[in-house]
């Protein structure tokens, strides 16, 4: 419920903080006094989008600010998926800066336009004389019928099954779309892996095999040197061996003479003792090194193979010829596993189709039931509002296959006159029968579904006299269990309302500034007398006045 609501600096108001009760509450004054005016302030901190045409004082912000009692309303949820701080009295506010900046707030928390328009849906719903369009809003009237209906929450999630549903057929697609493509780079991948597969490289053999390589080439020259040496060491007649050994044995004949000798000699022993383990060292490698022209052929077109795979793929080195192969097999495996995922989520959306159609069934089956009921209350308030010869029908028709809605494609029929055909809404060219056709339907559905405060702006278009006064009833019946706004014009509407307020303007030097007043008993006697006879009240008018207020 919208208990009271500031404005400041917006069109022609400076400051106006007026607080709203329970019940039916009526808002009258001349046109242009600034009626309309407050709407537009209230329809921004419901989400409306801003402008600065709006700022009267264009050097200074607008703020307008509306405090919800919403301790009923179930929307703690709401509050805590959106990260905000839940207050039984919460408070809306929005400010727009003369630079255009407009900024939004749920109990000082800021919040994005989305978040506030949500809430706002959730709390007043306005009914402008501009807004009679939506009768032919496919969506409006369907949320008509489920409103009526009472199965929301099953409407409700259908359409989160539905919506996890194409969300499920477009990632289908989207695999499909990878599997067709991939299936083109199968068969080129699958060579590319066996390629290397079948290579079976390893990691460190390239250096390997070009230091065998290289070996195998000067195999002849390496073991002549090495018999050489080996000669020179150990085989020739004056070999170094012999020469050590000899110069050894002197040295250690004369070294009681002189200290250092001894010394000379071990050391000579030593390096014969090395000589040694680098002559069978030598002869060990002479043993390995074998002049064999197909070992050579052999060794070479194992490179050969690694150097032309390494070409291909743009790399250096064995090691990365091994990743590639690894990523390739990852890539077939990946393939792989979309075949699988594809046929598992075809599973998944045909077994989630059937439960989508079933629930939809449900629903149609519900609102089929529905619409005999709906047209008949319909006609039967048009036949009070004034108009006998009303007819309204709702079509329903249905898709082969269920939507975000169902099956179902209701469009609204209507006609005023006798004889005449049935039309859809949108072809009805009165305004006044559109207006009554709309205040008959949320008079329908107001008790079926809580809307916590309703305001209708100038729903009386188009009505005078004694339908005036049905309308005045079906709004104060309306009224019991919600919050009602409705600006009028006419007598015998302000007369049902349990709370009256009157906006007036008034001009300076300067500027026009609109203000609004509740209004005591005497003070609303008067005005509903004005609304009668104009501004010469007469005797006459003043106790019409009364009776109506009776």
């Known amino acids: 419920m919208l208990q009271n609501l500031l404005i400041e600096n917006y069109a022609l108001i400076k400051k106006l903080d007026i607080g709203f009760s329970q019940g039916f509450s009526v808002i009258t004054g001349e046109t242009g006094a600034g009626k309309s005016i407050m709407l537009g302030a209230l329809s921004l901190i419901l989400g409306s989008r801003a402008d600065t045409q709006v700022l009267?004082?264009?050097?200074?912000?607008?703020?307008?600010?509306?405090?919800?009692?919403i301790s009923s309303y179930n929307l703690e949820p709401f509050f805590e998926a959106n990260d905000l701080d839940y207050e039984d009295q919460t408070i809306l506010r929005r400010e727009i800066s003369p630079a255009g900046k407009s900024r939004a707030f749920v109990n000082d928390t800021p919040v994005n336009l989305p978040v506030l328009k949500e809430l706002g849906d959730r709390l007043v719903n306005i009914h402008s004389q501009h807004a009679i369009v939506t009768l032919n809003d496919a969506n409006f009237q369907l949320a008509v019928l489920d409103s009526y209906v009472g199965h929301e929450d099953l409407v409700l999630s259908y359409k989160n099954q539905f919506k996890q549903y194409k969300k499920l057929q477009a990632h289908l697609e989207e695999l499909k779309s990878i599997e067709q493509k991939s299936k083109s780079d199968f068969d080129y991948f699958?060579?590319?892996?066996?390629?290397?597969?079948?290579?079976?490289?390893?990691?460190?053999?390239?250096?390997?095999?070009?230091?065998?390589l290289e070996i195998q080439i000067h195999a002849e020259e390496i073991k002549s040197a090495l018999v050489h040496a080996g000669n020179t060491i150990d085989e020739a007649e004056s070999n170094v061996l012999d020469s050590?050994?000899?110069?050894?044995?002197?040295?250690?004949?004369?070294?009681?003479?002189?200290?250092?000798?001894?010394?000379?000699?071990?050391?000579?022993?030593?390096?014969?003792?090395?000589?040694?383990?680098?002559?069978?060292?030598?002869?060990?490698?002479?043993?390995?090194?074998?002049?064999?022209?197909?070992?050579?052929?052999?060794?070479?077109?194992?490179?050969?193979?690694?150097?032309?795979?390494?070409?291909k793929h743009h790399v250096t080195s064995v090691s990365e010829l091994v990743e590639i192969k690894h990523q390739l097999y990852d890539k077939l495996d990946s393939i792989n596993f979309i075949e699988l995922e594809i046929a598992r989520l075809q599973r998944q959306i045909d077994e989630d189709f059937n439960n989508l159609s079933k629930t939809a069934k449900k629903i149609s089956d519900s609102r089929n039931e529905t619409i005999a009921a709906i047209e008949h209350k319909i006609v039967g308030m048009l036949q009070l509002l004034g108009m006998p010869n009303a007819r309204f029908s709702i079509m329903n028709t249905q898709s082969d296959e269920p939507g975000i809605d169902g099956f179902d494609r209701v469009r609204y029929f209507f006609n005023a006159n006798k004889g005449s055909d049935l039309n859809e809404v949108a072809k009805i060219a009165s305004g006044g029968e559109l207006s009554r056709l709309m205040l008959s339907i949320k008079s329908l559905i107001s008790g079926k579904k809580l809307l916590p405060t309703i305001v209708f702006d100038e729903i009386d278009k188009g009505v005078s006299g004694e339908v005036a006064a049905k309308v005045g009833n079906i709004l104060a019946e309306m009224s019991n269990g919600i919050q009602l706004i409705v600006i009028t014009h006419l007598p015998q509407i302000a007369g049902k309302g349990d709370h009256h307020y009157r906006v007036t303007k008034e001009s300076d030097e300067t500027q026009t500034h609109s203000h609004i007043k509740l209004l005591n008993p005497d003070e609303r006697v008067m005005e509903i007398a004005k609304m009668i006879s104009g501004d010469k009240v007469s005797e006459v008018a003043m106790q019409n006045a009364k009776i109506l207020l009776s």
Do not use: P, W
């Open 244 to 311: 050590l050994n000899e110069v050894k044995n002197n040295l250690y004949r004369v070294a009681k003479y002189h200290s250092v000798l001894q010394q000379l000699a071990e050391r000579i022993n030593a390096n014969i003792i090395d000589l040694k383990d680098i002559n069978a060292e030598i002869s060990g490698i002479n043993n390995e090194v074998h002049i064999d022209a197909g070992a050579i052929e052999s060794t070479q077109m194992r490179l050969d193979l690694i150097y032309r795979l390494e070409q």
């Open 56 to 69: 009267q004082d264009k050097s200074m912000k607008c703020i307008i600010e509306g405090k919800f009692l």
């Open 190 to 212: 699958q060579f590319q892996f066996e390629e290397l597969d079948n290579a079976n490289l390893v990691a460190d053999e390239q250096q390997e095999l070009e230091a065998t």
